[in-house]
């Protein structure tokens, strides 16, 4: 049975990791369910989208049970089963959550980071302890260390091989934020379900300028003209006209992505 659960309830799909035993832990298997979950939920038209896993860990990365080292072509369990769930992950059509209780590593780190969005409980253990394994971190870990915490803390958490908590992780810049664990979930799916019920054409075009701004290291300026650009777009939307009218009338907006 398949360890990917996909639930879908009206405008938000929630995509559950259900393994506890192991986990989560993921392999070539899961990850095809996974990639296939994703491409099922877009399909659907949902308007917001909630990873997270079963039980005390989010995803404690690859399945490394019955992995024969001399056997195993990792470059290409990374490159061709991972990075394709990661961008499918990370191009989704609508707002993206993940909950992240328990290990957060490889694969699993990929994973989250691939998300728009990503709460942590306190008791979340981030790192990198591969080097216990004579491997490196993997699926964006490098970029996403070095780009949120720097050259010095990234190294130090590689060699050492420490976990930082959920708390630690957002106040050194890591994530957004840190919850208690046993909100974690109902914290995040209301805000999933907020942002299902917001602007949909607005969360794309500033999910796109953020991502602009990350991939191709845009400045100031041309940020600005293309800011100048989405809103110029926006504002002859269906939702445009209907966030305005409602401000107005002192009412809640009822957007429908057109």
């Known amino acids: 049975m398949s ?5 879908i309830d009206g405008d938000v799909a929630e995509l559950v990791l259900d393994a506890p035993k192991k986990l989560n832990a993921v392999n070539e298997d899961d990850l095809r369910d996974l990639a296939e979950a994703l491409d099922r939920a877009a399909e659907a038209g949902v308007k917001a989208l909630f990873l997270r896993g079963e039980g005390r ?3 404690a990365g690859r399945d490394i049970a019955g992995v024969v080292p001399a056997d195993d072509d990792v470059a290409d369990f990374l490159g061709n089963k991972v990075t394709g769930v990661l961008r499918r992950i ?3 059509p609508a707002p993206t959550f993940a909950a992240v209780q328990g290990a957060c590593l490889g694969v699993g780190l990929g994973l989250a980071l691939a998300c728009d969005v990503v709460y942590v409980a306190e008791s979340a253990k981030i790192g990198s302890p591969f080097a216990n394994l004579g491997a490196t971190l993997d699926s964006g870990g490098h970029w ?3 780009e949120r915490l720097g050259t010095h803390r990234t190294l130090d958490l590689i060699y050492t091989a420490e976990f930082m908590s959920g708390r630690e992780a957002v106040e050194q810049g890591l994530f957004s934020r840190w919850v208690a664990d046993d909100e974690l979930v109902d914290f995040t799916r209301e805000r999933v379900t907020r942002a299902a019920a917001g602007a949909q054409l607005a969360f794309a075009a ?5 991502q602009d701004i ?3 290291r845009i400045g100031l300026w041309e940020s600005i003209a293309d800011e100048n ?4 777009e926006l504002c002859s939307s269906e939702d445009y006209a209907e966030g305005f009218k409602a ?3 002192k009412r809640r907006p009822n957007f429908t992505g057109k």
């Open 90 to 92: 990370s191009e989704f």
């Open 206 to 210: 500033s999910k796109k300028l953020v």
């Open 57 to 59: 860990a989010f995803c």
């Open 229 to 232: 650009v989405a809103q110029g």
């Open 247 to 249: 401000f107005q009338e």
């Open 3 to 7: 360890m990917i659960d996909l639930r």
């Open 214 to 216: 990350r991939d191709r």
């Open 144 to 146: 996403l260390f070095t």
